[in-house]
């Protein structure tokens, strides 16, 4: 197992060292080059010699990317002229709303998704599996703005119960003191997820169902109902851990939208703001957390997956 | 992304394009999975594996458009492809409108209005019309994305997983990094470099949604590099280049047209979200996610017209592609078949 953590650790370090040197190149390929993009329009020639003395991106480019890599593992992600604050600083105020928004629909997700596709998995090509799936492809095909659009039509107009916007609180407490606020954003990123995870879920319960051990276990007599929730679903549920890691970059694309629908003041919404207004110190900076935040993601779920199922760990350290 | 997404998708691309074997998905998120590094799924080309049952001396060609048209899902998904493409690009022969001059006296019409059947937009431009060029673009850029990024991918993805070592390692964390950028946000980081228009569209998707084609082509080279009619080749004294050109791409060919199918559906959404993020393709081009985002601050004014059409436009196209993969798969992928 240690093993195992150490090499996979080793792989979360080089992605990450690498999602650096891509941001890197972004910004260093940004239109005027990196001062004029992060001063501005109006800087003066001056103002950009000194601040690209003061930055040091007068020197060669390797010390530029040291320099660069030292800033980041100071928590320094740079600064915006146009909020007048520190990258971190405007990240930190709105990472909590948008952790809140992705934990609670992933959650969600996972609690709807297991018993859909356990259902499916059992009566598979019959009307359940078809009715679900035609459900689900339905949920995949439609952008997930139209799904929140129709879903505000239909819970803020047509039967008006929740509010059409999500809460403008500034900190998470102020957030959570508007709970039907929530709904509405929770709920629409809830249903894309269920989509992509009951499929998963499906397969890997048909996978399982196709076993040796579950015929086994039938003809040991065992009930039906033993047989799957006892029997096939633990082992069915395994790769799920993983498939939480595996959506993440899917589900932060699908919180910056939905922040943006409804207007929720997490770091999807500073991230569409600051594109909008080609604030690039902001961008970049999201950009690398976001990636910092997925790789973090998988490593988790991978490592929880390995102590869930020691055939992973036996078969990664032999190879 | 849609989700994605977004997606993604997916994404990037969240639809499992392999309908797991046992680690669900070829996708296996950024890092390197301990599960599916590059598995070699039994797949099917597997030798022996792919007898069909009852027509075993016919072409795999003939047989696969048979299973192709047991399907109907997949049959529909064909017809509703063909009827969305040629109303967006035979329509407008039939159907002349001008979509680039605007006409304020004509705003908001509603549907029915004469010489206007689905009504007018926000500057005047006729609904209908609208639709048909608004077409056009989602299904081009849609289509030359998803084929750019399956070819970059297939090529990317043979040559790793036949060069292995360091090579691999090289290219194959090179795709770990870029994939753990969730794509909308490199999608709209590069946007906010470059201003949208159609190629340069084709060309940020492409040139991000190539990540899970490599992956997928790179898993099925591991698989094959070591069969023995290609050491036999290398053994008679065959080039590598030979090797990924002559059997790997052909043998993985399979498993890239079902998930270019895919990335097409997902590309056609991607197209929307960043329409919606407002980093489309600027007017007078249209597209049918750009309309939908224009549509949405219409749809409490009660010109549900603007908002409805594309809305389900998009949603017929993301399935007809979709139910064509799903065809498609039944069709290269022997071992799930009847399943």
Known sequence: ?????LTRLGQALVIVILVTLITFVILHLLPGGAARAILGKEATLQQIAAFNHEMGYDRPLWEQYALYLRRLAQGDLGYSFQLNQ???EAILQRLPKTMLLSLASTLLAVLIA????VVQAVRRNRWPDYTINALALLAYATPIFFLGLLMIILFSQVWP???PEAPQGFTLADVLADPAGLVLPILSLTILTVAVYSRYIRSSMVDNL????VRTARSKGLSETRVIIGHTL???LFPVITLLGMYLPALFS????????????GMGLLFWQAALKRDYPILLGVTLLISVATVAGALIADVLYAAADPRVRLKAGRS | MTIPPPGTPTSGDPIPDTPAPSPPGHDPGPGHDPVTPGTPTPGPSAPGAAVPDEAPVRGMWRNGLEVFCENRLALAGVALFVLLAAFSFLGPLLYHTDQVHTDLTKVHLPPGTPGHPLGTDGVGYDQLGRLMLGGQTSIVVGLAAGLLATVVGTVWGAVAGFAGRWADAVMMRLVDAMMSIPALFLFMLMASIVTPTVPMLIIIIGAFAWLGPARLVRGEALSLRTREYVLAMRGMGGTGGRAVRTHIIPNAIGTVIVNATFQVADAILYVAYLSFLGLGVPPPAANWGGMLSDGLSDAFSGHWWLLYPPGIAIILIVLAFNFIGDGLRDVFEVRLRRR
């Open chain 1, 210 to 213: 196709n076993e040796n051990y």
């Open chain 1, 114 to 117: 297991v018993p859909l596709g």
């Open chain 1, 1 to 5: 197992m240690t093993r195992y953590l």
């Open chain 1, 234 to 236: 633990r082992n069915g």
């Open chain 1, 86 to 88: 520190s990258v971190g």
């Open chain 1, 254 to 265: 699908g919180a910056l939208v939905v922040e943006r629908l409804f207007n929720y003041p």
């Open chain 1, 161 to 163: 119960v929740l509010p």
